[in-house]
């Protein structure tokens, strides 16, 4: 997925200034882009303020819509900004001792230290670490940027030369060369640790896609592809092994076995070196034994490594003899030991062969729920880590820890005027993000294995708080009753998520001088933990004393402060939170404008933080019951309001988008429907008066503050621009167009407010910009679309009349529709559109002064149609989104994104299933049903297993897990089987005190039994989703909701931070339980965090979906290219984001031809997205299936069929084989399998396909004709005309009463049958003539035909949306207008089916279109 609308940019460099410039505006990928908004000059308005979520400081936006006020000058600027990253690189050559000089590409805006980095990683000098880089004998400072160094310049010679080593440096050379030897070793990933992550593509393609296809082009004879799939992949299989999730790599067998090159490598227990030999240039000593058994003492020394006389226990550093001193540990070692010369030099092969993808660190953590039993090996870096507190680099920054506030805040600051300050600041941000939320995960996990000593460790282990690393760790239990009032623990473990959503929202917005903590929030072992960056000086001081705004006791004393209201203000009209008053304790008046929780604290820093961000959104009243309080009709049909757990139900950020969306929407046709009444009125009288006055005149327009911001102030720019810069403009303007013909309404001829009223920019844009595909509700046709200076339709309300009229301000009439319309919609202001909330509506506690109990009422109002927007909108257009396939989640985590999307919270979704329960399609929505239910279950699961771990002490972990994962899915009655103890204690019965919070000698876990557990997880369903399940265990839900164990498994695994060993589980033995405690491998942490977003790369991405949605394939190429560079700048190599841009970037190759550079781009989406987003994910899924189809088009047959068994074998895994789309995935298979002749198997794919189109997409859909299509063909090839002519038949009635007789499709599918029969026929005259005249018949020739591979290709490329068009230049031109025709009247609200293309196509060459990009 891309992202939400909240990250949309302010400004967009305007990359070809000289074609139509889209700035797109697309949130959610199936929405269509948006055309651009152009000022009277011509040139387009290139901010876009979202009503909602710019995610910049207005400081910052003035100033960018003043460069676009002064038309060129923006332009250009940003033109020039984007040729600066694009700055040509030069060639330098690199000298190291004992290796031939090489040539190396480098940038001007590289530094040093990346040169370093590279030769790091080379194969011939990989083994260097301590070395400088010298030029003509001068040092290069290692922090410098290559462009500020004198004398370098293309073809310079630069040298390698070695350094002396210190204690530091030593460490460092060593963890190095470890990290090479252990370069294949997967174990890192599979523990978790690093960064690293699991990606098995290159197992399926069998190394580099690029070389292997040239190399099997040679015999491409199809006799030799083996097609048959593995029995577990045809369709039918109820087996769903688990082993072939991770293919054994064969590069993993070899580590093993003959490339170990070291069989220890250690520190030796004579460190540290005594004061006499730190003086002979000792520094520390290794100890080593080698492939041959040799154990061998190693002194590290300033000039480098030598062998010296020590053994296991005498001491003695004198140098061995001969003593061989090395620089590098590497060289030494390939004097003394042959097979690890040997080995080390074949195993640095293996490691530069693989895809750098498949090495390079992602930015946070993946973990993976599967890992095979991994021999343990020594290693001294591993030993070391665990015991010190060095997270990344630690140790080589001066100062030892990192002062974590200091850094996140200090990122912050920095300049963010042009986009190369731009970019370097949210680099900045976005690593010293990732580096934080992977020190806090692992302080939280040395917190909760009792490893941190807790700073209050007087108080009971659930009230302790803890300091590590410059971090702030607190429990998500209720201290002290804080929040007794608003549901205890329940609260309290809600609050920190609550908080995240906060800091997220307010750092998208992003305001210059308002500062937020780091968050994360990490649940590990069934306990929650609150990760923050602690503001300089709190400590010192009582929170009493430090809260300078806001309330610490949820309202009943409330303090205010100048400073914070006016930076808050700046985050008010994004957040929609309303500026309110409540009484404190002395019951005087405060102004606030966030919710009372909010805190603000001034830091010793002088920085202005807030804290406390849980209640950032509203209050959800569905589930907030309140006395006296009644719910809208809607609502309450649905059964709200209902009691939740705690009383921090809130709403979404996205929902309240939405809400205010739609709000705008509605205020529009009311203000415009009462416009076209008075205008008709005042017409009517004209008409009596006179003929011949001028058009432009007569049309009152909307008042020009018909903006968010009601301020006098903006009346005033707006009729200043007016007057100024724009007057001739609008002079020439209303002459040109009143003598076009127009549609009666649009007589108003206007122009849009020049950039520099944020009016415009602000209404225009909620206007445009929806945050999602499915909430876009059209404007109907009685909203005034006007016409801008090029052409473009503007929705009436940013109009701005221009006509020798009054100043609509003056108009009494246009002001009271404007006020009736905003009474309508709530908004708070009288004069424009502008609906914000109060959060601390319904807050307990909180109370408002008398004067402003109208507002009160109006925002319970607002609040209450919030709930009944969400009840009645939001969830059936989710539901509506499933059955018309825009929305298709797999599995748990994307069901959960496509609710997110719209706003909707997962407590919700015993409603949405109920909803689904009643659509009369229910057949057709039966996969989403089953994800839903199979969510909910392991949901209610997760809150249980919670629970029962924290009554767990940690010798009994493995087992408990174990016993509960029997309980919840093994057939077997399943009994725990309390872990015999290992070690037999002396004094049975010493009392052990345990420090972990919670622990303590607990077995009560081991009492809970199958039927107790499933009878917790319907009354937690019942209780918490309010949803009914019937079902008393395992096997009775698999069987009622058509749910699969294994998956139940995957989905539990991955909520809790399970990992399990990777075998064939008998989940349905009767006699022995499925899990044993050795099939738990380890717990991990669920971490939440902020995601930092690329601005700048994200709208580049955005701008180029929306050129290709146009057609302009090649312009949006280019756009997309620009983004990747922008992403890779700002998120290093991998990211979800990249591999977005790297998908589209393919499947535009692929369509504009390039089969092999689509084949590359998508082989490094498939890489990233398995490391990214984890093997299973259903984006891995779709991003195999792809990678399979550019594959076949490279005439890659084995390999294209291997990756889409590859992906049915993982969606089976993930979600099942009943799923919309199986039915593409086995569509794919079926035509590969035909063009490779293996028309059996082929069959079974493209009837079970059929099947599920049938079912899916209803039996008179097109996509079911087209695959009854498919299996004719199948059954032609195999010359059963009967069954192919039945097929056939099938599909032409569904064309016939679909398309009508006069379509092509119908038209193909006829000829078709008619060749079919004359086959048929020719075959029974043939079968005819043998029976008569036996053994001498004279047969006419039969033509079998195989399917050429171009046939199957073109079918490939129609399944996946693909349509290539034969079309004429003419036809071309007359396309391009069409599409910018058809996106006008979107945008006005026509609908496009009543348009068609004028005049015939000609068939001269084809040119590709996409269908669905996405």
Known sequence: MVSKTDDIPASVPNCNVNTVDVVGETPDRKESSKSPHKDPCGHSVDTVVMNGGGAHNPSEEESKQDGAGDTDGGEDSNEQEVIVIQDTGFTVKIQAPGTEPFDLQVSPQEMVQEIHQVLMDREDTCHRTCFSLQLDSNVLDNFAELKSIEGLQEGSLLKVVEEPYTVREARIHVRHIRDLLKGLDPSDAYNGVDCNSLSFLSVFTDGDLGDSGKRKKKGSQLEQIDCTPPEHILPGSKERPLLPLQPQNKDWKVIMTPM??????????????????????????????????????????????????????????????????????????????????????????????????????????????????????????????????????????????????????????????????????????????????????????????????????????????????????????????????????????????NDLNGVRAYGAVDVEGLYTLGTVVVDYRGYRVTAQSIIPGILEREQEQSVIYGSIDFGKTVVSHGKYLELLERTSRPLKVQRHNVLNEKDESMELCSSVECKGIIGNDGRHYILDLLRTFPPDLNFLPVEGEELSPESVREGFPRQHRHRLACLRQELIEAFVEHRYLLFMKMAALQLMQQKANKESKLATLTENSSPGAAVPALPSTETPDASAESSETSTETLTDANSDAVQTETTSTSDAPQPAATEATTTEAAPKTEPMTETDSSATTTTNASQATPIEDNVVPTVTTNGSLVPFATAIQNGECESPLEDPKSREVVLNACKAVGSISNTSFDIRFNPDIFSPGVRFPEDSADDIQKQKQLLKDAGAFMVSCQIPSLVKDCLDHSALPMDGATLTE?????????????????????????????????????????????????????????????????????????????????????????????????????????????????????????????????????????????????????????????????????????????????????????????????????????????????????????????????????????????????????????????????????????????????????????????????????????????????????????????????????????????????????????????????????????????????????????????????????????????????????????????????????????????????????????????????????????????????????????????????????????????????????????????????????
Not at 334 to 356: C, D, E, G, M
Not at 465 to 491: P, T
Not at 1095 to 1109: L, T, W
Request: with cysteine.
């Open 260 to 497: 170990q090159c070291l069989k220890v490598l250690t520190m030796s227990g004579w460190n540290p070196p005594p004061g006499n030999r730190k003086m002979h240039g000792d520094l520390m000593y290794l100890y080593m034994v080698t492939v041959e058994e040799r154990h061998i003492s190693i002194t590290a020394s300033t000039r480098g490594f030598y062998l010296n006389q020590s053994t296991t226990y005498t001491f003695n550093p004198k140098p061995a003899n001969p003593s061989f001193l090395s620089h590098s540990l590497v060289e030494l070692l390939s004097q003394i030991s042959p097979a690890f010369k040997k080995n080390f030099t074949a195993l640095q092969k293996k490691r530069v062969q693989r895809h750098p993808f498949e090495r390079i660190a992602t930015p946070f953590q993946v973990y993976s729920w599967t890992a095979p039993q991994v021999d343990h090996t020594m290693d001294c870096v591993r030993a070391e880590d665990a015991y010190t507190s060095r997270l990344g680099y630690e140790e080589h920054i001066p100062g030892q820890t990192r002062d974590w506030n200091e850094e996140l805040q200090t990122t912050r600051e920095l300049a963010r005027k042009n986009l190369p300050d731009r970019l370097l600041r949210e680099r900045a941000i976005f690593k010293v993000h990732s580096d934080f939320a992977a020190a806090a995960t692992r302080g939280s996990m040395a917190v909760i294995d009792g490893n941190v000593m807790a700073i209050n460790p007087g108080e009971e282990t659930r009230m302790q708080m803890f300091i590590w690393n410059n971090i702030f760790f607190s429990l998500g239990f209720d201290v002290r009753d804080h929040y007794r009032e608003l549901g205890g623990d329940a609260a309290a473990h809600a609050a920190p998520t």
């Open 898 to 1414: 496509a609710l997110h999307q719209r706003g909707i919270n997962v407590r919700y979704l015993g409603n949405v299933l109920a909803f689904v329960d009643q659509t009369p399609a229910k057949a057709q929505l039966e996969h989403f049903y089953r994800i839903g239910i199979s969510e909910l279950i392991t949901r209610c699961a997760k809150h249980i297993f919670k629970t029962y771990l924290q009554g767990v002490e940690l010798s009994a972990l493995s087992a408990a897990v174990s016993h509960f994962l029997n309980c919840f899915l093994s057939s077997f009655d399943a009994v725990a089987h309390l872990p015999a103890d290992e070690l037999v204690s002396r004094r049975k019965n010493r009392k052990r005190r345990n420090r972990v919070p919670g622990g303590g000698d607990n077995t009560a876990w081991a009492s809970l039994t199958p039927s107790e557990l499933w009878k917790n997880i319907v009354s937690e369903a019942q209780s918490y989703y309010h949803f009914t399940l019937h079902c008393e265990n395992a096997d009775q839900v698999v069987e009622k909701y058509g749910l699969q164990k294994i998956t139940l498994l995957r989905e539990i695994s991955i909520k809790a931070g399970i990992q399990i060993l990777i075998k064939e589980y008998n989940f349905d033995s009767r006699h022995k339980p499925a899990f044993t405690e050795e099939d738990i491998l380890n717990i991990f942490p669920v971490v939440k965090h902020v995601n930092p977003k690329a601005s700048d790369a994200f709208h580049f991405f955005q701008s180029g979906q929306a050129k290709v949605q146009q057609g302009y394939l090649k312009e949006g190429c280019e756009l997309i290219n620009e983004a990747l560079n922008l992403f890779n700048n700002v998120y290093g190599a991998m990211h979800v984001e990249i591999c977005a841009c790297l998908r589209l970037l393919a499947r535009l190759n692929y369509i504009m031809g390039d089969h092999h550079e689509a084949l590359s781009n998508q082989q490094k989406a498939v890489l990233m997205s398995e490391r990214v987003l984890g093997v299973e994910h259903p984006n891995t899924i779709q991003e195999y299936m792809h990678l399979a189809l550019y594959c076949f088009a490279n005439g890659q047959l084995s390999t294209a069929l291997k990756l889409l068994y590859r992906a049915r074998y993982l969606m089976l895994m993930v979600c099942g084989e009943d799923h919309p789309e199986m039915a593409l995935l086995d569509s794919n298979i079926g035509l590969v399998l035909h063009g490779v002749m293996e028309y059996d198997l082929s069959l079974r794919f493209l009837e079970n396909a059929l099947a599920i189109n049938t079912k899916y997409h209803g039996p008179r859909s097109l996509k079911v004709a087209l695959s009854h299509h498919l299996v004719a063909r199948v059954y032609e090839s195999k010359a059963e005309f009967r069954s192919a002519l039945q097929q056939e038949k099938e599909g032409y009635t569904i064309y016939k009463n679909q398309v009508g007789e006069a379509h092509e499709k119908t038209k193909e599918s006829s000829e078709y049958l008619k060749y079919l029969t004359q086959q048929a026929v020719a075959l029974q005259r043939t079968m005819n003539e043998i029976y008569k005249n036996g053994s001498n018949a004279s047969i006419m020739p039969l033509k079998f035909t195989a399917p050429s591979m171009a046939s199957v290709l073109e079918q490939l490329n129609i399944i996946n949306g693909i349509i290539f068009i034969p079309l004429s230049q003419k036809d071309l031109e007359n396309l391009k207008a069409e599409v910018q025709r058809r996106q006008q009247l979107q945008e006005s609200g026509k609908s496009v089916e009543d348009l068609t293309v004028d005049g015939p196509l000609e068939l001269e060459d084809k040119i590709p279109m996409d269908v669905n990009v996405d």
